[in-house]
């Protein structure tokens, strides 16, 4: 069971980025899928998620509006579309399964977004 996430990268202020979360040994389907992240000397705390019973999407209220996190049950994947990026969200972002959101059983490696000028 595996969890990969990818696709961070060093992008300016208003910027887009698209993250993906990869499963290898599972179907990602049957999870609440998370993602999270952990900024330089903070806490980590969750950003989105989308849970499995019915799809339903949670946001952090700082990112409401400008991410978006979508299913790819072909390709076991789950997206994060990051859109207006700013400075704040640089972190190392993660992504979680878990039976529902915030209960989480598996994290993986996290990608590093960066968001500067």
């Known amino acids: 069971v595996q969890l990969q996430a990818s696709g961070g990268g060093l992008v300016q202020p208003g910027g887009s980025l698209r993250l993906s979360c990869a499963a290898s040994?599972?179907?990602?389907?049957?999870?609440?899928i998370g993602w999270l992240r952990q900024a330089p000397g903070k806490e980590r705390e969750g950003v989105t998620c989308?849970?499995?019973?019915?799809?339903?999407?949670y946001y952090l209220d700082s990112v409401k509006g400008r991410f978006t996190i979508s299913r790819d049950n072909a390709k076991n994947t789950v997206i994060l579309q990051m859109n207006s990026l700013k400075p704040e969200d640089t972190a190392v972002y993660y992504c979680a399964a878990g039976g529902f959101c915030g209960g989480y059983q598996f994290r993986g490696q996290g990608t590093l977004v960066t968001v500067s000028s």
């Open positions: 040994g599972f179907s990602l389907d049957h999870y609440a």
């Open positions: 989308i849970s499995a019973r019915d799809g339903s999407t």
